[in-house]
């Protein structure tokens, strides 16, 4: 249990927040998430966890393992984007000594280390062509070769593939192979981006403060009304991870009392400026005239609300959320000031 203590855990399995150490959440679309885990995690069914990056989906591939019969075996992560593509067949599979230049010794593939266990198989999405028929064969058949090797080995593993693309559309693409995405995916778990899944954001921000306050000894007190409204409205691109460093970051510079808006990060404050543009008057020095700079407000969204619906009387008194008749004589009055004005002008 590397980030969520004990007691959190067992308090927060009470309140429906976490049903697995670590995984944070009461959204509508977690706790879909958390229900279906927990009803496929031992099956031993294939799945593929997709969704943004940092929305948790290492984190939930790893949980799948955890509460499936293998959780005693090895949960082996192999990043299939990231391997060089000369190493990536012995990566997974292997290789007998001698097989290539500089394998002085045998090497096991992560299939190989995998056995018994899960393996996890990491942006899924960017894997080779070549590569997808070699996995192809092993979860059909169970077996391969190593790299240089004649002797067949037999595995047994089940796969969570990860990816942040949609699979089905690289399957129309031809860029992922049909036969493999069927074998793969007989069970798809959606983890939705934070944005989608606001009421996450409270917790979250609580659960890493909390987390990080013990892990780097601060003891800072919370967020204030407006710094989480803030959080709450940002559209989080990169996900949990990304509110997670913030978090860290914030206790790592502040230290100790609340954390306010003034402490966030002002592209932060800026969206939250562009969604709900502050509309405070100043009031001058010398005063102002309270009816005048009312009627002026006033006359202003009316002027904009015929402007939007293109003079619709209708229309624009609904946007105002007032009667027709009470706009038209709004509007007559606004007509006659004007013309009186006009008129005393002239
Ligand atoms: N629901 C959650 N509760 C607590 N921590 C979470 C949650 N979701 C994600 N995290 C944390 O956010 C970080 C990112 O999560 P993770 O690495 O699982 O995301 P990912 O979807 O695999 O991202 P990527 O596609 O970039 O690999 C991790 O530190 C993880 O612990
Ligand atoms: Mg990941």
Same mark, same amino acid.
């Given at each position: 249990?590397?980030?969520?203590?004990?007691?959190?855990?067992?308090?927060?399995?009470?309140?429906?927040?976490?049903?697995?150490?670590?995984?944070?959440?009461?959204?509508?679309?977690?706790?879909?998430?958390?229900?279906?885990?927990?009803?496929?995690?031992?099956?031993?069914?294939?799945?593929?966890?997709?969704?943004?990056?940092?929305?948790?989906?290492?984190?939930?591939? *790893?949980?799948?393992?955890?509460?499936?019969?293998? @959780?005693?075996?090895?949960?082996?992560?192999?990043?299939?984007?990231?391997?060089?593509?000369?190493?990536?067949?012995?990566?997974?599979?292997?290789?007998?000594?001698?097989?290539?230049?500089?394998?002085?010794?045998?090497?096991?593939?992560?299939?190989?280390?995998?056995?018994?266990?899960?393996? @996890?198989?990491?942006?899924?999405?960017?894997?080779?062509?070549?590569?997808?028929?070699?996995?192809?064969?092993?979860? /059909?058949?169970?077996?391969?070769?190593?790299?240089?090797?004649?002797?067949?080995?037999?595995?047994?593993?089940?796969?969570?593939?990860?990816?942040?693309?949609?699979?089905?559309?690289?399957?129309?693409?031809?860029?992922?192979?049909?036969?493999?995405?069927?074998?793969? @995916?007989?069970?798809?778990?959606?983890?939705?981006?934070?944005?989608?899944?606001?009421?996450?954001?409270?917790?979250?921000?609580?659960?890493?403060?909390?987390?990080?306050?013990?892990?780097?000894?601060?003891?800072?007190?919370?967020?204030?009304?407006?710094?989480?409204?803030?959080?709450?409205?940002?559209?989080?691109?990169?996900?949990?991870?990304?509110?997670?460093?913030?978090?860290?970051?914030?206790?790592?510079?502040? *230290?100790?009392?609340?954390?306010?808006?003034?402490?966030?990060?002002?592209?932060? *404050?800026?969206?939250?400026?562009?969604?709900?543009?502050?509309?405070?008057?100043?009031?001058?020095?010398?005063?102002? @005239?309270?009816?005048?700079?009312?009627?002026?407000?006033?006359?202003?969204?009316?002027?904009?609300?015929?402007?939007?619906?293109?003079?619709?009387?209708?229309?624009?008194?609904?946007?105002?959320?007032?009667?027709?008749?009470?706009?038209?004589?709004?509007?007559?009055?606004?007509?006659?000031?004007?013309?009186?004005? /006009?008129?005393?002008?002239?």
């Amino acid at each position: 249990m590397d980030s969520f203590g004990e007691t959190e855990h067992e308090n927060a399995c009470q309140d429906g927040i976490t049903r697995f150490p670590g995984i944070v959440g009461q959204s509508d679309a977690m706790r879909r998430a958390f229900d279906l885990v927990e009803k496929v995690a031992d099956s031993d069914s294939n799945i593929v966890v997709t969704g943004e990056t940092g929305t948790g989906k290492g984190l939930l591939a *790893r949980a799948i393992h955890q509460y499936s019969h293998r @959780c005693d075996k090895p949960f082996v992560q192999i990043n299939c984007s990231a391997i060089p593509e000369n190493l990536v067949e012995s990566e997974f599979f292997g290789h007998v000594r001698g097989a290539f230049t500089g394998a002085t010794t045998a090497k096991p593939g992560r299939f190989e280390i995998a056995d018994g266990g899960t393996i @996890c198989l990491d942006e899924i999405g960017d894997m080779n062509l070549d590569l997808q028929v070699k996995i192809l064969r092993v979860l /059909e058949e169970r077996e391969f070769e190593p790299v240089g090797g004649i002797k067949t080995v037999q595995i047994d593993v089940r796969v969570v593939a990860v990816t942040q693309h949609d699979l089905e559309k690289a399957v129309e693409l031809g860029r992922f192979r049909e036969d493999l995405f069927f074998r793969l @995916c007989v069970i798809p778990i959606i983890l939705p981006a934070l944005r989608d899944r606001r009421s996450d954001i409270p917790l979250l921000v609580s659960h890493f403060l909390q987390h990080f306050n013990a892990a780097k000894k601060k003891c800072l007190e919370g967020f204030s009304e407006e710094a989480l409204s803030i959080l709450y409205h940002y559209p989080w691109p990169g996900n949990v991870r990304e509110l997670k460093n913030l978090v860290e970051r914030l206790v790592v510079l502040k *230290r100790e009392g609340v954390i306010t808006a003034r402490d966030l990060p002002e592209k932060m *404050r800026d969206t939250m400026e562009c969604r709900f543009p502050s509309r405070k008057p100043e009031l001058p020095a010398d005063g102002i @005239c309270l009816n005048s700079a009312l009627s002026e407000f006033e006359r202003t969204l009316i002027y904009q609300s015929l402007e939007k619906t293109n003079g619709v009387k209708k229309k624009a008194a609904e946007l105002l959320n007032i009667k027709r008749t009470t706009l038209v004589e709004k509007i007559k009055r606004y007509h006659s000031e004007t013309s009186t004005l /006009e008129e005393s002008a002239g």
